[in-house]
């Protein structure tokens, strides 16, 4: 069975960074997709950035465009999130997923990881 691990979450403050890593235990067929979600507390699940296994663009949320980068390392089976000048409100459990849709819906999304906390506070 297919596995998604995440890792590098921490606890930071408002404008620093942190870059999560989403490592899966098999390698990705060529028309999967890759994203990023996170939950804060007392919210729905919400999308955060995604890209295509085998290039083209990335998508990402509105709330953050420009501050957050998704990308991949094919030969490491493993999808970053570069995620700089944190805001308060970026503080979530983030969640990485894989499926077989371009679509920012997490129901397009089968096989997800456990999920890595990400504090942003003073």
């Known amino acids: 069975q297919v596995q998604l691990v995440e890792s590098g979450g921490g606890s930071v403050r408002p404008g620093g960074s942190l870059r999560l890593s989403c490592v899966a235990s098999q390698r990705p067929f060529s028309r999967s997709v890759e994203a990023w979600f996170r939950q804060a507390p007392g919210k729905e699940r919400e999308f955060v950035a995604l890209?295509?296994?085998?290039?083209?663009?990335?998508l990402y949320a509105e709330s953050v465009k420009g501050r957050f980068t998704i990308s991949r390392d094919n030969p490491k089976n493993t999808v970053y999130l570069q995620m700089d000048s944190l805001k308060t409100e970026d503080t979530a459990v983030y969640y990485c997923?894989?499926?077989?849709?371009?679509?920012?819906?997490?129901?397009?999304?089968?096989?997800w990881g456990q999920g890595t906390q990400v504090t942003v506070a003073s």
């Open positions: 997923a894989r499926g077989s849709q371009y679509s920012t819906s997490q129901q397009a999304y089968e096989l």
């Open positions: 890209v295509r296994w085998h290039g083209g663009s990335a």
